[in-house]
């Protein structure tokens, strides 16, 4: 089984995006999922949670991208430099993440 949370708040351009392709990424993959969204709405929420802005991905606690976890939380936009990742990236990323547990 593997963990996804996407950690976001309402209003940076990319978070209803990355949602949507998470969850079409989960339909399409063959890799037994547990979703999860938590929504970091302020500078406390995102101390605690380490926050790499929004949206951020996490697999198995693992960034999408690979960002480390950050000293401290920062309530910001995620900036993607090639763009929000693809659905097959991310299945992708969710198969290795899952043939690496076995």
């Known amino acids: 089984m593997v963990s996804i949370e996407v950690q976001h708040f309402h209003g940076c351009p ?21 979703y999860r969204e938590v929504l970091i709405n302020t500078p406390e929420k995102a101390e605690k949670y380490k926050f790499r802005g929004s949206p951020t991905v996490l697999i198995n606690d693992v960034d999408l991208e690979g960002l480390p976890e950050p000293d401290s939380g920062n309530l910001a936009c995620l900036y993607y430099k090639n ?13 290795i993440i899952a043939n690496k547990e076995r």
Not at 85 to 91: D, G, M, N
């Open 83 to 95: 763009g929000v990742p693809s659905v097959e990236t991310i299945i992708n990323t969710i198969e």
């Open 14 to 34: 990319n978070s209803d995006e990355m949602i949507k392709r998470i969850k079409e990424a989960i339909t399409n993959s063959i890799v037994e999922t547990e």
